[in-house]
């Protein structure tokens, strides 16, 4: 979704009051500070990490990551950790405008976007375009900032992030390379169980109705998709068209279910499964998490295995 950016003036502001403030980099007990803006690759982070090194995310539970703007705390921490780790894209303008503004020197910064080979969003059948895409413009594509989506892309990241937090504290990357390597075969595991599902399945097209974030995840798998909207959309309430369309590719194709994803109020998938008797279900792209989830300690590969059990029951 095209976020408004912040302001320079507003992220200039802050920032003096910042230094202003005469800020050091916190002692603590000497454990490396981590700091990822969304869940998932926080949640990378922190099985890398294990008990040895402080792991946050910008991104409070519940929020919805789109609208997310960073407080001046955002920026302390950003500024004073070791690690960062963030998603690239339009989305992230926001952080080069506040990494423009600091020493970064000694600062380990990873991009989601750079870890792996990236793809254009796609406007498919049926799917509503953005306001003002219709008229044959001459915008630069988007690039789809959903990488992480795709348990492969995933194991790519991770690897990336803990090579970030080996070179940053040398000391403990023995054990992250340990705990990476745990972690990369539940990653493999799971990517395995989603490959043996589509290929057992009794058809290969899901159907969402929401903004439609798993393109990577799709094209690994190779399943077909019809959505409402793009991925990073900024609408959320489908024309009748669009509508109109995903209810009959359902009951055409006797599609079981449809899907929508995490955070959002799930209306128009419950209208099109009220047209169809299609099931609702939760496909979570791990963009953030519940409140209730954050505090149970649910993890992507806990969210992921959800979503294999909702995309058996799609596929058969």
Not at 182 to 205: K, Q, S, V, W
């Amino acid at each position: 979704m095209k976020r408004q950016f912040i302001s320079c003036a507003l992220v200039i502001c802050m920032l003096c009051a910042l230094f202003s403030c005469g800020f050091e980099r916190p002692e603590g007990d000497g454990q490396l500070s981590v700091v990822a803006t969304i869940f998932a690759p926080y949640d990378f982070a922190r099985a890398v990490a294990g008990e040895l090194a402080q792991v946050a995310m910008l991104l409070p539970p519940a929020c919805e990551s789109h609208s997310f703007e960073p407080t001046p705390r955002d920026i302390v921490r950003i500024r004073s950790c070791g690690v960062f780790i963030h998603v690239g894209g339009e989305s992230d303008a926001w952080v080069e405008r506040i990494l423009s503004t600091m020493d970064t020197s000694r600062m380990h910064i990873v991009t989601l976007m750079d870890c792996v080979d990236t793809v254009e969003e796609a406007v498919v059948d049926g799917m509503q375009a953005a306001a003002g895409d219709d008229d044959g413009d001459d915008d630069e594509p988007e690039l789809d900032e959903h990488v992480w989506t795709s348990p492969k892309n995933a194991v790519l990241i991770t690897r990336k992030i803990s090579e970030a937090m080996c070179a940053a504290d040398p000391r403990n990357a023995a054990a992250y390379r340990r705990n990476t390597d745990a972690y990369l075969a539940g990653l493999d595991a799971l990517d395995a169980e989603f490959r043996e599902i589509a290929a057992n399945g009794a058809r290969n097209t899901i159907v969402f109705g929401d903004r439609f974030p798993f393109r990577y995840f799709t094209d690994a798998y190779g399943l077909g998709y019809c959505a409402a909207f793009p991925g990073c959309a900024a609408e959320t309430e489908a024309g009748a068209r669009t509508v109109i369309f995903l209810v009959e590719k359902i009951k055409a194709e006797g599609i079981p279910v449809v899907f929508h994803a995490e955070l959002t109020n799930a209306n128009m998938a419950r209208a099109i499964a009220k047209e169809t008797g299609a099931d609702v279900r939760l496909l979570h792209a791990c963009h953030n998490i519940s409140r209730a989830d954050y505090r149970a300690g649910k993890t992507y590969l806990d969210l992921m295995r959800d979503n294999a059990a909702a995309l058996r029951e799609a596929l058969s």
